[in-house]
């Protein structure tokens, strides 16, 4: 299996850094594994917020591949628990390919979701987007633990 996330702007915290690292050296041992990051656009008084989400929609758009199946993150989406996490991961191995969408300040431009297969919410608690990566890293981690039986979850 092959999981990709894809987000928005650099890791710029070194604790969060060394937790990304952590968590994508304990799930290759699952499936390969690939953080893309691409460019977070600024706003200013020219680039308003939903022009900077419009960019970053459109390079995340570039990354995207016919034959994997998308999930975009979402405070508005859907709130599985870790169970349901983990069958939203199993039943990707169908096809091989899962693809994780992490937005940047402003979340995700609508051409995101209109091409996501499907959207959740890892919380109703606000996280910042550099924060979500190690959440999400971890549950899918986690999910792995699940569908394996391997002890980690309670």
């Known amino acids: 299996m092959y999981i990709r996330i894809i ?18 050296k304990r799930i290759t041992a699952f499936a390969k594994i ?14 308003l917020p939903a022009a900077a989400k419009e960019a970053e929609a ?16 979402d ?5 599985p628990d870790s169970e349901v996490f983990a069958q939203i991961i199993d039943s990707a191995k169908a096809t091989g390919k ?4 992490i937005g940047g300040h402003f979340g995700l431009h609508q ?10 919410a890892l919380s109703k608690l606000t996280f910042t987007h550099q924060m979500v990566r190690l959440i999400l890293l971890e549950q ?3 999910g792995f633990c699940i569908t394996t039986g391997k002890k980690y979850h309670y």
């Open 7 to 24: 987000a928005v702007g650099k890791t710029k915290d070194q604790y969060l850094k060394e937790g990304i690292g952590e968590y994508l």
């Open 34 to 47: 690939e953080l893309v990051i691409v460019e977070e656009h600024k706003t200013t008084k020219n680039v």
């Open 58 to 73: 459109q390079q995340i758009i570039k990354q995207l591949k016919d034959d994997e199946f998308t999930v975009a993150l």
């Open 75 to 79: 405070e508005h989406g859907e709130q």
């Open 98 to 101: 899962l693809t994780f969408i």
């Open 111 to 120: 051409s995101i979701f209109d091409k996501a297969n499907k959207k959740i």
């Open 140 to 142: 899918i981690y986690r």
